[in-house]
């Protein structure tokens, strides 16, 4: 074993030399990584808590390109028997574990530790992913899946001629509700304090006649029967409470990343707790550290968009192995 070199790949067959890369994560982004590591034949070890990524609550993903709807699960179950038919004897899955530190040495390599063991590697794809903040109120687990919603982009179709709601009140929540605008009847966002998104957008989505802004109130309660019938607040002013009768409330009060493991400052986080990434190449603030999907400060949290920018890093990662 060779610590110091990165100028070739390794051995794939060769069980007892340094990882060429390591892959933190089993959801689309870390699964397409592994795909591609696999047929290019870079010796990895892919490490995940499990093969769930967030959409698995989901009964009706239609946006994922080639399959007309698929549910979450079977999505989540596709991804993983696809690493598997590949994986060989070149990527060494290592699943129920959880990466909790990695650390650079002065030869550059990568020592990373998870709850049952320690990997070395040459390269880390860091792709684990957020989980998104949810409404903690009467009902909200109930109806998850069943109304309630967390992707415009995704599920905004499904409510044609609806009414809808969003809640939240920064850029992302009116950026979805000018996406909903296509489609439903009516968007209203609602939002416990002022709105935060900025003042342009604000006031292009407000002048549109099927929306409406309602601020500084407290959620109570998701109403509904097999699906959401509708949401209460209260206005925090007046006290008066009221029912809102809609079939759809979108999620959008943000997300905490899923890096408690490089909290030791190894590479750059933004003020939202997203890695910092170089959007043309998926590289970190790190040399030798790339990142994909949900966890980095890209704008648009989706499944094509995790797994086209994984396998952008993955190119990249290729690249610089070779040199
Ligand atoms: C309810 C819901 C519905 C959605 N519906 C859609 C949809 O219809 N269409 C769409 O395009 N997008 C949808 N999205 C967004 C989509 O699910 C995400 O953009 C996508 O899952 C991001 O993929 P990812 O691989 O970056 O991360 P994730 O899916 O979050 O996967 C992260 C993986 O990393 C693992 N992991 C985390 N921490 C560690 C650790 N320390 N050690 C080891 N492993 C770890 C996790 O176990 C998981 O396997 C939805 C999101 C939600 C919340």
Redo the contacts with the bound molecule.
């Keep these: 074993m060779n610590l110091k070199s990165k100028s070739n790949i390794s051995d794939p067959n060769d069980k007892h030399s340094l990882y060429d890369l390591a892959i933190?994560?089993?959801?689309?982004?870390?699964?397409a990584a592994g795909v591609y590591a696999a047929r290019k034949k870079i010796k990895t070890v892919f490490?995940?808590?499990?093969?769930?990524?967030?959409?698995v609550?989901?009964d009706n993903?239609?946006?994922?390109i080639g399959t007309v709807s698929i549910s979450?699960e079977d999505l989540a179950k596709n991804l993983e028997k696809h690493l598997k038919a590949l994986a060989g004897d070149i990527i060494d899955i290592k699943e129920k574990?959880?990466?909790?530190n990695i650390t650079k040495n002065s030869d550059g390599i990568f020592t990373i530790t998870?709850d049952k063991s320690t990997y070395n590697t040459k390269t880390v794809l860091i792709?684990?992913?957020?989980?998104?903040r949810k409404i903690k109120i009467k009902g909200a687990e109930e109806f998850?899946?069943k109304g309630i919603?967390?992707?415009a982009?995704?599920?905004g179709p499904m409510f044609t001629d609806m009414d809808v709601v969003v809640i939240g009140g920064g850029n992302s929540a009116f950026e979805s509700a000018s996406q909903l605008l296509a489609y439903a009847k009516s968007v209203t966002i609602l939002q416990r304090s002022d709105f935060k998104a900025d003042p342009i957008t604000i006031k292009k989505v407000l002048s549109n006649p099927k929306a409406r802004g309602i601020s500084n109130i407290d959620l109570l309660e998701v109403k509904g029967d097999k699906f959401v019938s509708g949401i209460v607040y209260k206005d925090k002013d007046t006290g008066k409470e009221t029912e809102l009768p809609v079939s759809g409330i979108f999620v959008e009060i943000g997300a905490n990343p899923?890096v408690?493991?490089i909290k030791n400052g190894i590479v750059e986080l933004d003020d939202k707790e997203q890695i910092i990434v170089d959007p043309k190449t998926q590289k970190t603030s790190c040399v030798g550290i790339w990142s994909?999907?949900?966890?980095t400060d890209g704008l648009y949290?989706?499944?094509?968009?995790?797994v086209g920018d994984?396998i952008k890093a993955l190119e990249d990662i290729f690249k610089w192995l070779k040199k």
């Design positions: 933190i994560g089993g959801g689309p982004a870390g699964v490490i995940t808590e499990n093969f769930r990524n967030q959409s609550v989901s993903i239609q946006n994922w979450g574990e959880t990466v909790i998870t792709a684990s992913g957020s989980i998104r998850e899946g919603t967390y992707c982009t995704c599920d899923s408690e493991y994909a999907g949900d966890c949290k989706q499944n094509n968009i995790a994984a």
